[in-house]
């Protein structure tokens, strides 16, 4: 695992810088917000931060909520900042990752591309895979992807199965995302943009109900079928908002997965609190001691540090019985 380092905490952004084990090369990751009212998009800690990466020969990537709308990006429209923004990009050793047009922000009033993300020349030939994830985030603003490696990526390695398409919901979202077509096919030219746009929003419909393969979602405790039956019609709401460009139900039964997400980890936690709590000292042994199945892939540090963290709470946990008979 990498260690890091924080170079820098403001208003404008943080950053922290990477060194792996492995390998001499030093990557900065910055996290940078640009004030809207700001005349000047272009704050000068990340000029500094930039020409400092150039100095020091060292990669830098940018996570950057711009507040910006350029064409190139991917926004709906151009405004001033995006110009502004785009020419300070074109001076800079600063390459734009973007892909596609998915919005990266997302309210009741409207979906726009306002993140992007930034890296030196050397970094982005080590990034594939960039997108805007269909993962709810629980933010207006909706995760970034992409993967990074000291070898170039191959993006073929993401692979999904038909077997586990979820068709039904495949077929709603289609007809969702297909709509009426966008303009009378009087011409050949016609013909090809939507026979173009057809075959986008067909793979992006079954690209959201097939899982990729090495996508493995964490298990935790609280999760269930209420909260996976919310997910799922909120990313419908999402796809039916994106398609009308009217983002008010969708921000509604966003604030509605919200509520129940916090209020089932809540409860769950709450539960679990008391079922720990109620338990006898030597019943609380055993339950610890079921927990902490060591797996056969982990270091013999791990195994190590688990015996050290049992052998430290077992004579508190003994002396506690003994004083009480």
């Avoid at 700001?38 to 060292?58: A, C, D, F, R, Y």
Wanted: proline letters at 4%.
């Amino acid at each position: 695992m990498a260690s890091a380092r924080l170079l820098l905490q403001g208003s404008d952004g943080s950053q922290d810088q990477h060194r792996g084990k492995d390998s001499s090369k030093t990557i900065i990751s910055a996290a940078v917000y640009l004030p809207y009212k700001e005349p000047n998009p272009i704050p000068t800690q990340l000029e500094g931060l930039v020409n400092h990466s150039i100095q020091h020969k060292m990669d830098i990537i940018i996570g950057c909520d711009a507040n910006a709308h350029h064409v190139i990006w991917g926004s709906s429209d151009t405004n001033r900042r995006g110009e502004k923004v785009l020419e300070y990009l074109v001076s800079s050793p600063l390459q734009l990752l973007n892909r596609g047009n998915s919005p990266t922000f997302v309210n009741a009033r409207r979906g726009e591309v306002i993140d992007i993300t930034l890296a030196t020349n050397t970094a982005s030939n080590h990034i594939a895979n960039w997108h805007v994830s269909n993962e709810i985030s629980l933010s207006d603003h909706r995760y970034i992807c992409f993967n990074y490696g000291t070898t170039r990526v191959d993006t073929t390695t993401i692979r999904r199965n038909p077997k586990h398409t979820d068709w039904v919901n495949y077929s709603k979202d289609l007809k969702i995302l297909l709509g009426d077509p966008e303009c009378k096919l009087n011409s050949t030219l016609d013909i090809e943009l939507e026979a173009d746009r057809l075959s986008k929003t067909i793979t992006q419909a079954w690209t959201d109900n097939c899982p990729a393969k090495e996508i493995k979602p964490k298990k935790v405790p609280w999760w269930n079928k209420e909260l996976e039956a919310l997910k799922r019609e909120t990313r419908i709401a999402f796809n039916r908002a994106k398609a009308r460009n009217d983002y008010s139900d969708y921000s509604k039964k966003l604030t509605e997965y919200h509520k129940a997400v916090r209020k089932t980890k809540r409860k769950s936690w709450t539960d679990h609190c008391g079922l720990i709590s109620s338990l006898p000292e030597s019943m609380r042994l055993t339950k610890e001691l079921s927990l902490a199945k060591v797996s056969k892939t982990k270091t013999r540090n791990s195994q190590n540090l688990g015996k050290k963290r049992h052998a430290l709470w077992l004579p508190n946990i003994f002396q506690a019985q003994l004083s009480s008979t």
